[in-house]
């Protein structure tokens, strides 16, 4: 680093659904390098989109639905340690809930994502230690206590959609 330069922190801004239908929850299974998690369909944001955005991208590219976002659940500050590496993360992580509208069966699903699967509140409760993140079952339960914000409280300027 050059002298007098700054090292800034820099959290890595990432975007999820809570997805709901029937009484069951949408969840991707993923390989990771600590073995299959389950998680949120979720990823990293994009240059050029809001965070609404990314997590319609992210729901079609993860499991394979067109998602609509309504309402914000709740943002989320965490923090981990990657386990082969010892690196540092902190992720920010805005998490959506909204409509899921079509199926794409036929659309391959993203890099490293196994398959989906449907699961009850009761059952995602249940095992912890599949999880890939804590945040999965903390939005789960800000879902689950009505917790809602509107999407018009983020604000996105026009500069961020410039090419």
Request: proline letters at 6%; one cysteine or more.
């Amino acid at each position: 680093m050059p002298s007098g330069a700054i090292d800034r922190w820099k959290p890595h801004v990432t975007v999820a659904a809570v997805l709901e239908q029937d009484g069951r929850f949408l969840l991707v299974e993923e390989e990771t390098s600590d073995g299959l998690k389950l998680n949120n369909p979720a990823g990293h944001l994009e240059p050029g989109e809001s965070p609404a955005q990314g997590c319609a991208r992210e729901v079609l590219e993860e499991a394979a639905w067109d998602f609509a976002p309504e309402a914000l659940v709740g943002i989320y500050l965490n923090r981990f340690t990657k386990t082969r590496t010892g690196e540092d993360i902190t992720y920010l992580r805005f998490a959506f809930c909204g409509k899921l509208l079509s199926h794409h069966a036929w659309r391959p699903l993203d890099t490293g994502i196994v398959r989906t699967v449907w699961m009850t509140a009761q059952e995602i409760r249940a095992c912890r230690e599949r999880h890939r993140s804590p945040l999965l079952l903390k939005s789960l339960e800000d879902y689950l206590a009505g917790q809602r914000f509107p999407l018009s409280l983020m604000h996105v300027d026009p500069s961020v959609e410039r090419s």
